[in-house]
């Protein structure tokens, strides 16, 4: 309780987050000039380094989430289920955990592997340059590098609503 209450207070959690309560509670929100997506660095749990330049024909889903959030948590398998949906398909998702250091996203992972990377953002600059006010948040990029959705709040990511954003980015 008192997390939240202090997550709120410094705007870091939108209301509507934590009031829903539920999955798919808010829009799907179009960036128009949405720009590039920033650059930056982060390893994952091996040590491998990911970029976004990295990810040049290919739809990148960036996902700012945290252990301790439980939408974050929530919508992690149907995001694996989506990635199998979307098999041989050019698509890649990035999951950067906001101001969390390698211990917690490790221990997080030993617990709930995933099917795509974990990537730690202890000093949360990566989060500060994509402007990120609650969690989960996510944007979606197209096959350029240019960020297209921005979506606030947990999904359902293999849902029929989801599925159709992302075809239309391949």
Request: charged share 20%; with cysteine.
């Amino acid at each position: 309780m008192l997390r939240r209450d202090f997550l709120l207070a410094m705007g870091l959690v939108p209301w509507n987050n934590i009031l829903a309560g539920h999955r798919n509670s808010g829009p799907l929100e179009p960036l128009k000039n949405g720009g590039m997506v920033p650059d930056f660095v982060l390893s994952d749990l091996q040590g491998n380094e990911h970029r976004p330049g990295d990810f040049q024909g290919r739809v990148l889903i960036i996902n700012f989430w945290a252990t301790w959030c439980p939408p974050c948590r929530a919508e992690m398998p149907s995001m694996g289920r989506m990635l199998e949906n979307f098999k041989g398909s050019p698509i890649s998702l990035l999951a950067v955990a906001m101001s969390q250091k390698h211990k917690q996203v490790q221990q997080f992972a030993d617990k709930h592997p995933q099917p795509f990377p974990l990537l730690p953002d202890a000093d949360g600059k990566v989060s500060a340059a994509f402007n990120v006010q609650g969690l989960p948040t996510t944007y979606l990029a197209d096959k350029n590098g240019r960020l297209v959705y921005r979506v606030q709040g947990g999904r359902e990511w293999d849902s029929e609503r989801m599925t159709r954003a992302i075809e239309l980015l391949l």
